[in-house]
Every structure is written in structure tokens, then in C-alpha cells.
């Protein structure tokens, strides 16, 4: 066994200069670039919340934390063009729907207190299924998740700290916060794709280890670590199944609504048409931007030659 299939074996990481399968190429571009997407996409539904933050403390952790989100999408692109993937024709595709982003960001956010449970459930659920991507295959992709990993961590906590709050507030907070958890759990709980007998490429991405455990997976390991959290809290998850089971040593949890699921993945969702508005007109309104970064560096190249 040599080239790719023996670094893999190894549990080595495939660099941008190994030789690698077509379709594997193919796959992490998708993967990575439908990831980045998602970080750019998911700052709005936060985004929209900074010019209302009830203090200036909110003020402050909220718009480090969109910032963030920028950032990852940054590094993202960046590992996505490794590969040698284009930028701008990666925006295109997100634009024009050739390539997805995840379904969470199609929700809207209606109160403050669905910033805390972003943070808290949206950021939480990114963190299980971004931890085991520092092992991933791909060097730089498995790179860019360290770091990003570590800013997650902090968005969680800025989540459940403002949730904490609130909780500890009046009962009308605490009745945001329990409305807001309402809205927000299912819909995170599908943030860790279709059920394993559904996702047909699992198999694969298992074989070429960018993934480590599959959906169905990760997805109890959300419920676990989320129920002590709740209870913590004092909120409760709209989920009548959810219990412990003694046997299995993990709660049993309903069923997803996968039609749901399917329809928002298919453009339904509450607010996809408005994220790709918005994602749309500030790449316009940046166009003088690149146009005068592209000048600029022209005119420095001319005058080194
Ligand atoms: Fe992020
Ligand atoms: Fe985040």
C-alpha cells in the first residue's frame, strides 16, 4: 500500500501536495466549502441583534462572537482553496444555491434570548460535530478546526452565561428563555444530518476517516451532554420521549421531524430566501472593495517590477 491509501492507513494527514482520488478532492471541497458557508451565513441571525443588545457588556461579547463566525469562514475558504477551489466561485454557488449551508441558519431569531440559546445549543452542537474534525484526514481543514474548536467553546458559554441570567431573572425572562428553547431544539438536533440509514456517503467519509462517528452518533452525544445542562438551567426540552435509559447508559429522545428537515434543506425554511438576499447585497456592495484591493495590489506589483 503507498500514497494516499497508506497515509490514511496510517491515520497520517493527505497535505495539498499529495496525489488524492478525485471523488475524495471533490468531497472535502464540498464539505468544507458548504462548512464556511455556514459560518458566514450564521452570522446573521445574531447579527441582526447587535444594534439591540440590552447593555453594552452584551454589546461587546456579541459582535466578538459574529466576529468570530467571519473568521472561521475565512480560514475556511482558505483550507477550501488548498484544494484548489476558488473563492468567488465558491460565493457563487452559495448565492445560487449550487451549494448548501446548514439548515439551523433558516430560523429566525425572534427574541434576545435566542442568542443565548444559539450559543448555547447552535454552538454546542457545532462544537460535537467539529471536535472529532481535528482529526480529520485533510491537514488543512483539520488544522483551521483547532482553532476554530477553541472560539466555539467560548460562544457556548457566552450562550449559557446570558441564558444563566435571564433564568435567574424575572418570570417573564424566563419565559423567553423557555420560548426560545422551544423553537431552537429540534432544529439543532438536525444539524447532525440525516439519520445514519439515510446518509448515504457516511460509509465513505468513515473509510477516508474525515468523518469518525456517524450522525446518529453524535447526535446522542448532543442529548447527553445537553439534559444535565438543561436541568441546570431549570429549562425544559420539548422532547415528551426524552428519558434515561439505564440500559443503553444514554437518553432515548423522539423522533426527528426529517420532512421538516428535507423542506428547509430544500430552500422552505422560514428565513433561507432572506439569508441569501442579504448574503447576496453585501457581496454586491463589497464589490468596490475587491476592486480596490485588486488595484492595489496591481499597482504595488508594478512598482516592485
Ligand atoms: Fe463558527
Ligand atoms: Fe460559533
Same mark, same amino acid.
Given at each position: 500500500?503507498?500514497?494516499?491509501?497508506?497515509?490514511?492507513?496510517?491515520?497520517?494527514?493527505?497535505?495539498?501536495?499529495?496525489?488524492?482520488?478525485?471523488?475524495?478532492?471533490?468531497?472535502?471541497?464540498?464539505?468544507?466549502?458548504?462548512?464556511?458557508?455556514?459560518?458566514?451565513?450564521?452570522?446573521?441571525?445574531?447579527?441582526? %441583534?447587535?444594534?439591540?443588545?440590552?447593555?453594552?457588556?452584551?454589546?461587546?461579547? *456579541? *459582535?466578538?462572537?459574529?466576529?468570530?463566525?467571519?473568521?472561521?469562514?475565512?480560514?475556511?475558504?482558505?483550507?477550501?482553496?488548498?484544494?484548489?477551489?476558488?473563492?468567488?466561485?465558491?460565493?457563487?454557488?452559495?448565492?445560487?444555491?449550487?451549494?448548501?449551508?446548514?439548515?439551523?441558519?433558516?430560523?429566525?431569531?425572534?427574541?434576545?434570548?435566542?442568542?443565548?440559546?444559539?450559543?448555547?445549543?447552535?454552538?454546542?452542537?457545532?462544537? =460535537?460535530?467539529?471536535?472529532?474534525?481535528?482529526?480529520?484526514?485533510?491537514?488543512?481543514?483539520?488544522?483551521?478546526?483547532?482553532?476554530? =474548536?477553541?472560539?466555539?467553546?467560548?460562544?457556548?458559554?457566552?450562550?449559557?452565561?446570558? *441564558?444563566?441570567?435571564?433564568?435567574?431573572?424575572?418570570?417573564?425572562?424566563?419565559?423567553?428563555?423557555?420560548?426560545?428553547?422551544?423553537?431552537? %431544539?429540534?432544529?439543532?438536533?438536525?444539524?447532525?444530518?440525516?439519520?445514519?440509514?439515510?446518509?448515504?456517503?457516511?460509509?465513505?467519509?468513515?473509510?477516508?476517516?474525515?468523518?469518525?462517528?456517524?450522525?446518529?452518533?453524535?447526535?446522542?452525544?448532543?442529548?447527553?451532554?445537553?439534559?444535565?445542562?438543561?436541568?441546570?438551567?431549570?429549562?425544559?426540552?420539548?422532547?415528551?420521549?426524552?428519558?434515561?435509559?439505564?440500559?443503553?447508559?444514554?437518553?432515548?429522545?423522539?423522533?426527528?421531524? %426529517?420532512?421538516?428537515?428535507?423542506?428547509?434543506?430544500?430552500?422552505?425554511?422560514? =428565513?433561507?430566501?432572506?439569508?441569501?438576499?442579504?448574503?447576496?447585497?453585501?457581496?454586491?456592495?463589497?464589490? %468596490?472593495?475587491?476592486?480596490?484591493?485588486?488595484?492595489?495590489?496591481?499597482?504595488?506589483?508594478?512598482?516592485?517590477?
Amino acid at each position: 500500500m503507498t500514497g494516499f491509501d497508506a497515509i490514511i492507513a496510517r491515520d497520517q494527514r493527505i497535505e495539498p501536495r499529495d496525489r488524492m482520488p478525485d471523488a475524495y478532492r471533490a468531497t472535502m471541497v464540498r464539505q468544507i466549502a458548504q462548512h464556511a458557508h455556514s459560518e458566514i451565513i450564521g452570522m446573521q441571525p445574531e447579527g441582526r %441583534w447587535i444594534t439591540r443588545a440590552p447593555s453594552l457588556r452584551r454589546k461587546a461579547i *456579541l *459582535l466578538a462572537k459574529v466576529q468570530d463566525e467571519a473568521g472561521h469562514g475565512l480560514y475556511l475558504y482558505a483550507a477550501a482553496e488548498t484544494l484548489g477551489a476558488d473563492r468567488a466561485d465558491l460565493t457563487a454557488k452559495l448565492i445560487s444555491g449550487a451549494q448548501k449551508y446548514s439548515s439551523i441558519f433558516n430560523y429566525p431569531s425572534l427574541t434576545f434570548a435566542d442568542v443565548g440559546v444559539i450559543g448555547w445549543l447552535v454552538d454546542g452542537a457545532a462544537i =460535537c460535530n467539529q471536535v472529532p474534525l481535528c482529526r480529520t484526514s485533510y491537514g488543512p481543514y483539520a488544522r483551521a478546526m483547532i482553532r476554530i =474548536c477553541k472560539e466555539e467553546s467560548f460562544h457556548q458559554r457566552q450562550g449559557y452565561e446570558l *441564558l444563566m441570567r435571564m433564568t435567574r431573572g424575572t418570570p417573564e425572562q424566563r419565559e423567553m428563555v423557555q420560548e426560545a428553547v422551544d423553537r431552537w %431544539w429540534w432544529p439543532s438536533l438536525m444539524m447532525f444530518g440525516p439519520p445514519d440509514a439515510e446518509s448515504p456517503n457516511t460509509a465513505r467519509s468513515m473509510a477516508w476517516k474525515i468523518k469518525r462517528h456517524t450522525n446518529d452518533e453524535l447526535r446522542q452525544r448532543f442529548v447527553d451532554m445537553s439534559v444535565p445542562q438543561a436541568d441546570a438551567l431549570g429549562v425544559r426540552l420539548p422532547d415528551p420521549e426524552l428519558r434515561w435509559n439505564e440500559e443503553r447508559g444514554h437518553y432515548d429522545f423522539g423522533e426527528v421531524d %426529517w420532512a421538516e428537515f428535507r423542506r428547509v434543506i430544500g430552500g422552505e425554511g422560514p =428565513c433561507n430566501a432572506e439569508r441569501i438576499a442579504v448574503r447576496r447585497s453585501a457581496h454586491e456592495e463589497g464589490a %468596490w472593495v475587491r476592486e480596490a484591493a485588486e488595484a492595489h495590489a496591481a499597482k504595488r506589483a508594478g512598482r516592485a517590477a
